[in-house]
Structure formats: C-alpha cells, structure tokens
C-alpha cells in the first residue's frame, strides 16, 4: 500500500542525526591537542547533506511512514528546508566567532545537529506524542546551548531560567495531549481532527486546546509567555540566540499551524479569538518594551516578540490563505533574523565586550560592509518594500484582513510604526560619525560568516522580489495541511521552494 | 532610430542608477572612481530622461513608454511604468539634478564616498520609480524605499544631530504611510487590482460606500501632504534642511509629494479631493503665509530657506486643490521651476557654507566682495524664486494666482499674493544681510576663492533654465497639457452621472493558488 520505505520519509533526521552522533564520537577519540573547528565543517556538511534530502523529499509522493507517525509533504519539506538552512547559517557563524580555545567545540556542534534533528521531526510528526519527543530533543539541545558560556555570568542563568520555564511549558503541552487523548482515544493527528468534532465533553477538548497553546505559545515567546525571552537571549552565545530566535520558532509554529487548523479546526471559534489577543498582546508589548532597552540583544528580544505577533496575525486568515502566510512569515522572519544576530555576534563580540546600542556607534564608518548589512536587516525587520520583512508582514495582515480581522491588521501596522522607532535608533547609531574620542577595534569577518551573511541577504532579497517560488511553496503546502486524510489526497506536490 | 528605445526606456532610467550603485559597492575606493561612476552614471541616466520629451507625443493623452510585466501573481502586483505630461518634466528635472548633485558633493563629500555614491543612486531609482508607476504597490514600494538613503545620508553626514535629524525624517513619513498602506490593500481588497489605469476607471464608474471612500481618499492624502510638507505638518522639513547634504537637500522637497497629490489623491478620488479642496485650500493659504512670517525671522539661512518653501510649496498646493485645468497646469509649471530653483539657491549656500562653516545669517556681511560670481548667481535664483518676470518662478505664480482669483476665491488669492511680496522681503533682505552692506569681521578675515570652473559648470545650466522656463513657457506648458486630461472639473462632474455596474468587482484579496 505504501511502496515508499519508511526511512525516506525521515530521511534528513536521520542524515542529521549520524552527523551528531559522528561529531561526537570525533570530539571524543580525537587527540586533545587537535583542533576542534574541523568539527564544525563536518556538521555544517552535513546539514548541507539533511537540506538536500529534504528537497529530494519533494520527488516522494505525499503520505506517512512508521504507522501513520511522521509524514512528508510540502509542507513538512518546506519546513525541513528552512530548519536546514537556519541551522548551516548558525553553524557557519559559530566557526568563525566562537574562541579556538572555548571547551567541548564538538559537543557545542554536535547539539546544535541534535536540535535540528528534533525541530525537523517536529514539523513531519502527525503524532502528538512523536511531537512531543521532538519538541523535546530540540529543546534540551537548546537549554544545554544556552549555558554554553558557562564563565560569562548570565549564561548558567540563562540556562536554568530556560530550562525551568521551558520544562513548565512542555507539561502544559502533554497535559493537553493527555486531555485530547481521554476525550477520544487516539493521539494521531488525523484520528483527532476527525473525532474531535464528536466528541462528548466540550469543556474537555476546549481545555487541550487551551493546555496545548500555552505550551507552543511559551515556545514561540508570545506574550504572555515572553518573559524568559529577554533573558535567555542576553544571556546565551549570540550565534546560538540567532538559532534559537529562529529554527525551534519556525519548528513550534509549524506544530502550532497543525493543532489549529487539523487537529482543532472545530474549534476555530475558540482558537481565533485567543489568537487575536495574544497577536496584540505581543506586538504592543514587545515593542514598548524594546523602545526602551539599550541593549542591543534584549531589544532584538523583545523585537522578536513583536515579530511573533505579526506572525501570529496570520492565523486569522481562513484556511490555507492563513496556513501560506504564517509559513512564509517565519522563512521572511528567519532569513533577516539570522543575519542581524549574525552582524551582532561579530560587533559585540563572542564575550559581548560592547553590547549596548552606543557600541553600534559608526559602524557603517569603520566597517562599511558590517554596517551596510545591519542597516539592510533593519530595514527588512521594520519592513520597507523590496525585503522579505515587507512580504512578510504584507501577507500576514493581508490574511488577517481577508479574514474579517482589520483591527488586529491596524493594530499590527500601528506597531509597524513604533517599531520603526528603535530599529532606527540602531541604524542610526551606525550610520553617525564613530565617536572620536574612542578607539574601535573593527571586527574580522571571515569566509564562514561571510557565507552566512551572504546567505541571509540573499533570502531577505529574493523574499522581499521574487517571493513568487517560495510563495508556491508554502500555498502548496497549505494545501496539504488542509487534506484531513492523507490517504485521499495524495497529490503529487508540483513545485519546489 | 531612436525610437527603437521607445519600450525599454524606462526600464533603463530605473535600472541604470542601480547599476551604476551596485558597480559604486562592488569596486574600490581608489581615489575619484566612486565618484567618476556616480557622475557618469548620472549623465547617462540623464540623457536618457531626455529621450522621453525628444520623442513624446503631444497629440496623444494618456501614458507613453508604458511598459507593463505582471511581477508577482498573488496578490496581481505588475511593474507596470508609464509616463505621460504630468511626470514627463520632472524625470527630467530629476535627471538634471542628479549629475548636478554629484558634482556639488564631488569635494564636500571626503569620508566613506563609496556608500555616499551608492545611495545617492538608489534615491535617483526610487525618484524615478515614483514618478513612474502606474502600479500602486510598485508606486508604494518606491515611494518607501525612496526614504531609505535619504534618512542614512543625513544620518551620515549631518552638520550637528544628523540621527536626530534623520529619525524625525524617516518616522515622520514612515508613519502616514502605514494608512496608506492599508488604503491601497482596501482598494485591492474591493476591485482586484493595483493598477493605476484600472483603478481611475473603476473608482470613476463604480459603486463604492462613501464613508469607506473618504477614509481611503485621507490616508491618501495625509500621507502626501506630511511630504509635501502641508502647514501643520511641516515639522521635519527645517531639520531636514538644516542637517541634509547638499545634494540630497535640492531633491528632497516638494516634488514627491505634489507629484503624488496630483497623481494618486486627485487622480484616483476626484470627488473626495473635491471635498477636501476648501480644507487644503485654507491650509496652503495658512501655509503660504506661516513659512513667509517664519522666513522673514530666521537666523540661520538652512532654515530660511526651509521656510521660504513652505511657503512657496503651499502655494503649489493651492493650485492643486483650486482643482482647474489652468491651476494644475500651473501647480507642474511651479514644481519645476521651484525645483530649480531651489536646487540653485542650496548650491550656493552649501558652497557658502563649505567656505565659512556657519550658516548664521547675522556672521555674514559683504561678500559680495569676495565672491562676485557666486553673488550673480545667487541674485538670478533670489529673482526667480521671488517671481521677477522673464524669470521661471514668474509664469507658475502667475498662472495659479490668476486661476485662483478668478475660478477659486478671490479672497484666497489676495491672501497669497501677499505671501508672495512677503516672499520678496526676506529673499531680498537674505540677499542684502548676505552679501551686500559692510564686510564682517568673519568675512574679512577667511577671504576665499570665488566659484571655480566646476561650479560654474554646474550652476550655469541651471541659471540658463530658469531662463528658459521663465521665457518661453510654452514648451514646457504643451507637454504638461496634455497630462491633464480629461480637466480635472469635467472628471469630478462625471462623478454625478449615475453609476454604470454594481458589484462589478467580485475579486476579493487571496494567496490561493490557481491550480
């Protein structure tokens, strides 16, 4: 009934996995006095090997593997192929920036692969329990990266803060899963969307639902859920908060985007509103907030707050209009994400010497090329025309308005504005004339962070003037999220991202 | 032979700054070649502006060189471009002034030139990319970008606060745009397209809620009108002034937004403009006034002069919303002139200022002296910009001030015209403190080299053209004619015709695929 063997259909998480697990055993074998760094290639390469998997995906037909558990689909290929390419760019950046002498470089990759293993099982799971396993192996990964700077002083409270929080949101979450489970039996994802309309105790299933946002919404740092966020990221390595700022977010909205619209879609009555408010809720607190931080991490923080609520804006949209929004969100969200956290690592600094907005003074003077780039992302991230942040933003407010919500689209270009206002605080310090009275030490950019930064420009551009193919690619996987039985639809997927 | 170039034109007065940026990035600062490849990018750009009224047709309404591309399928974005009497001048006049630009920064800007040069092309493409568009997202697109280089050049290299300066600039248009935004999605949301021409048509003969109209018309217009900048809300101009490059300063006002005003908000919302006419009328008038009694009590000349076109723009404003043929034919006319001329005046002042690094009125004194050339110069843009005939700012103030007298309110324009003799007294007295009368000791003492063959080169041009506009009008005018058709007054009446379909317009806003 299913010629394709089970292994293609999780194919990319098991490259990376064999990655993982060959980088550590390299770290451990390995003679003491050898350079670590090699180790990063050897994961980067790999990664580079789970992406193309992941698009060679797209020639398997549609369906599901290992007992209706994991499946691949456009929309699980997309996913796969933008956690990839998060996680190659955040590796490409820790060569280049992390300290030749730092401890256990092999295990700093090796976790990062870990993660990506756990955040892309996460997008093909269609079983909630699977999907808790892979919320949790991306997740532990990311709690160990947090506190990779064991010297620094926030880091280890980075790391417990994270861990403590993080551990609080996932219970939520299996208790929905449980509540889900005792109102109909089933955990399978399909199975659910098809008994939940049935099922007896409506008070029942609405508290799942309920139980299972707070958990993905902790995830993603929607407020109320965000007070963590500022924190963490102060304190974890920069390029580990430009991964996490992005691939386990991209990874829980994608599970977010399944319990709402094919486990859930009965209850879009109750989703929607609750999604509307904390839509709102985000962006206004995450923008206040960052208005007034001097920190340039903690205001990206908070900025990526906002972000989630534009994100989550999409979810008004009806159906597959929404779906295509929220997904081309987080690759527009990523790509600038990425880069900006990548030019912060290499102004502040792996220790962070300058942090603070004032550091960012004349950057465009001393170091043209930095400058010019920060300058692009913030531009993207504030969302002018001709960068994925425009497209981004466009099309999740366009969804939110086709889906009668034209409230939450002001709200979110009101906060546009606001937010405007500390990106350019940032870009404005760079452009200025340095302060003459301090001495500057100008960053060295190396071949690894100019390919991520060349990569993270590049996506920002062609999402922000050509978005036509990636377009394709999350309206088709759209269509496969909304296809309740996989068995009836197997479509083949017709284009590419 | 020529006409060959008829269909790409315009692809290549867009794309050729952008190259020319790119190619600025990508080589080396190795002595001059940023700036070699600025200026022949520019004079190339140029040149081909000057292809579009060597081969325009004056017989023919409507757009010219129109070229139309579907860009993104969902939602129906398309690059679509066009030229036609409104805009025709003032590529031109933005070709013009970009080599000039150039030049006029060539020694005032030393530090970082590569990412000067670069900008400065990217903010030619997104002038002309406003100017051109006929796609309302293309136009939207553009019309953003076009504050990108401008709000990093100021924050670059302003005189004192440039980031402030820069800030106030970038938010104070960035905001209004967020409605406009909105607006354009509303439209697309009701018709199913961004596409200027569609859209006139469809608003013209459609059946839309009024109240929902007027909403989209004010987001329309707020946004131009902060531009512009209209009376209350000229706050970021004198900054703007105060802090720009002088290169950047000559294009930054007026042009974009009355470009605007006249294209997209009367264009699109006759009867709304029509009913917002007595309103902005009031605020040029208040306008015109205000920025002449601020002018008359500057100290420093950068801000003089952002209120003497304050003043000077909202007399333009005035003409736009009398809403008559002859009043728009001459609102275009004045946008021209007074971009001329206010591009001559900021060159010389920024060569001023290079010399003495003040802009302190009350420091100078007789430099006349020193400086007989530059003080010539300077006298022929005082002369325009005040209105002398034979002189270019002569026939747009002419026009609107007669059309306003006698289709407008004669009150309104009796109030004007007293802003005008204001306009007189604190040019000529900003002559006089300058360059007449005894030698100040700061003056005296920094004596400085007169206008050099370069700068000659640059202003001369620009003096022959405020001749030209000034004595043989009607070239221009032919030209801008044929923009305003059909006359603003029979459009809006047409609007009272009863409506020819209902619910014509069944295409709501959707990503779905077409499979």
Redesign the interface.
């Known amino acids: 009934m299913n010629p394709v063997p089970d292994i293609y259909r999780i194919l990319p998480e098991v490259i990376l996995t064999l990655t993982g697990v060959a980088v550590m055993l390299l770290e451990a074998t390995l003679p003491p006095s050898w350079p670590r760094r090699p180790l990063g290639w050897v994961a980067a390469f790999g990664t580079t090997f789970a992406f193309i998997a992941s698009l060679w995906q797209l020639s398997l037909p549609e369906g599901t593997g290992y007992f209706n558990t994991v499946e691949t689909s456009a929309f699980t290929v997309f996913f796969h192929v933008l956690i990839c390419a998060i996680v190659l760019a955040s590796l490409l950046l820790s060569l280049d920036t992390l300290p030749h002498d730092s401890h256990h470089q092999g295990e700093y990759y090796a976790l990062i692969v870990f993660g990506a293993v756990g955040m892309c099982l996460l997008t093909g799971a269609i079983e909630l329990l699977l999907a808790f396993v892979a919320l949790e192996i991306s997740s532990i990964a990311t709690y160990i990266l947090a506190g990779y700077r064991k010297e620094a002083p926030k880091g280890p409270e980075a790391a417990i803060k994270y861990f403590l929080l993080g551990s609080f949101a996932t219970a939520f979450l299996l208790y929905g899963i449980a509540l889900a489970f005792g109102a109909t039996g089933t955990t399978q994802i399909y199975e659910l969307g098809r008994l939940i309309p049935a099922a007896q105790n409506h008070a029942f299933v609405v508290t799942a639902l309920a139980m299972m946002l707070i958990g993905i919404l902790f995830k993603v740092s929607a407020a109320p859920f965000h007070l963590w966020t500022p924190d963490v990221y102060e304190g974890a390595p920069t390029p580990v908060v430009a991964l996490m700022s992005t691939a386990p977010k991209a990874a829980a909205f994608a599970l977010l985007l399944r319990i709402v619209y094919e486990v859930f879609p009965s209850l879009h009555a109750v989703s929607t509103p609750l999604l509307w408010a904390v839509a709102v809720l985000s962006m206004t607190v995450g923008n206040l907030a960052a208005l007034r931080q001097k920190n340039v991490k903690r205001m990206l923080a908070y900025s990526s707050i906002a972000h989630a609520g534009y994100l989550l804006a999409a979810f008004a949209g009806i159906g597959t209009i929404g779906i295509a929004a929220a997904s081309f969100y987080t690759a527009a969200y990523a790509a600038m994400n990425v880069g900006i956290f990548a030019v912060v690592t290499l102004v502040s600094g792996y220790e962070e010497e300058l942090p603070l907005v004032d550091d960012f003074r004349g950057l465009l003077h001393r170091s043209p090329l930095l400058g010019s780039v920060l300058i692009f992302f913030l531009i993207s991230l504030i969302g002018i025309p001709f960068t994925g942040g425009f497209f981004g933003k466009f099309y999740s407010f366009s969804a939110a308005v086709g889906g009668g919500a034209i409230w939450l689209a002001v709200i979110g270009l009101v906060n546009s504005g606001i937010a405007a206002a500390y990106y350019l605080r940032l870009a404005a310090a760079a452009a200025q004339r340095p302060d003459p009275d301090k001495t500057y030490s100008t960053p060295e950019v190396g071949i690894a962070v100019r390919a991520a930064l060349m990569l993270a420009v590049a996506a920002t551009l062609v999402l922000g003037i050509a978005p036509g193919q990636v377009l394709h690619a999350v309206q088709s996987g759209a269509h496969t999220l909304r296809t309740p039985m996989p068995e009836a639809a197997a479509l083949p997927v017709q284009s590419a991202p | 032979m020529m006409k060959a170039f008829d269909p790409i034109i315009l692809n290549l007065i867009l794309l050729a700054p952008l190259a020319g940026a790119l190619l600025v990035a990508l080589l080396p600062n190795r002595g001059k070649l940023p700036n070699w490849i600025a200026l022949l990018t520019t004079l190339f750009t140029f040149l081909c502006t000057l292809h579009l009224p060597a081969h325009f047709n004056l017989a023919q309404h409507g757009f010219q060189y129109e070229i139309n591309i579907p860009w ?4 129906a974005i398309s690059y679509h471009v066009g030229v036609d009497g409104l805009s025709l001048w003032l590529i031109v006049l933005a070709g013009l002034l970009a080599p000039v630009g150039v030049i006029a920064s060539w020694n005032a800007i030393t ?2 030139p ?2 000067f040069y670069s900008l400065f092309l990217v903010q030619q493409t997104a002038m002309f990319g406003v100017f051109v568009s006929l796609d309302l ?1 293309l136009y ?3 019309w ?2 076009s ?2 280089p401008m ?2 050049l100021i ?2 290299y ?1 005189r004192k606060s ?3 300066a ?2 106030k600039f ?2 104070y248009t ?2 209004p745009s ?2 406009l ?2 607006a354009i ?2 439209l697309y ?1 009701r018709t199913g397209t961004f596409d200027f021409v569609t859209l006139q048509v469809l608003l013209t003969h459609g059946n839309f809620p009024a109240a929902a109209m007027c909403w989209v018309a004010l987001a329309f217009l707020f946004a131009f009108a902060v531009k512009v900048p209209v009376f209350p809300l000229h706050g970021w101009l004198a900054d703007t002034f105060c802090e720009a490059p002088v290169a950047l300063a000559m294009i930054v006002a007026g042009k974009l937004g009355l470009y605007s005003m006249l294209r997209f908000h009367v264009g699109l919302f006759p009867a709304q403009a029509r009913a917002a006419a007595p309103w902005l009328i009031a605020l040029a008038v208040i306008g015109i006034l205000y920025g002449a009694c601020m002018a008359l009590v500057q100290r420093d000349f950068w801000r003089l002069i952002a209120f003497a076109a304050v003043s000077h723009l909202s007399l333009i404003v005035l003409a736009i919303y009398g809403l008559t043929f002859s009043g728009w034919t001459g609102a275009v006319y004045q946008i021209l002139s007074h971009g001329v001329v206010d591009a001559a005046l900021f060159l010389l002042l920024g060569l001023i200022y290079d010399r003495y690094a003040t802009s302190e009125i009350a420091a100078f004194g007789g430099l006349a002296a020193n400086l007989p050339r530059l003080a010539t110069f300077f006298v022929i843009a005082t002369l325009a910009m005040i209105g002398l005939p034979l002189l270019s700012g002569f026939v747009g103030e002419f026009i609107i001030l007669s059309s306003t007298f006698s289709s407008v309110s004669r009150g309104w324009a009796v109030a004007a015209a007293v802003g005008i003799i204001l306009g007189a007294a604190y040019m000529l007295s900003l002559v006089q403190r300058l360059f007449y009368g005894p030698q100040s000791s700061m003056v005296s003492a920094k004596p400085s080299t007169d206008l050099r063959f370069m700068q000659i080169a640059v202003l001369a041009p620009l003096a022959i053209l405020i001749f030209a506009l000034g004595a043989a009008p009607s070239i221009w005018l032919n030209a801008i004619q044929t923009g305003i058709h059909p006359p603003p007054l029979t459009s809006v009446q047409s609007l009272y015709a009863p409506a020819t379909s209902e619910n014509s317009f069944p295409t ?6 077409q499979r």
């Open positions: 993104i399928e969902n939602p530090e970082r590569k990412i997202m939207y697109g553009f953003e970008l504050l990108v709000a990093i924050a670059m302003g440039g980031p402030a820069a800030l970038f938010l960035f905001i967020a409605p935004l909105v999605l509303w949301a709501p806003i959707s990503l779905e695929v």
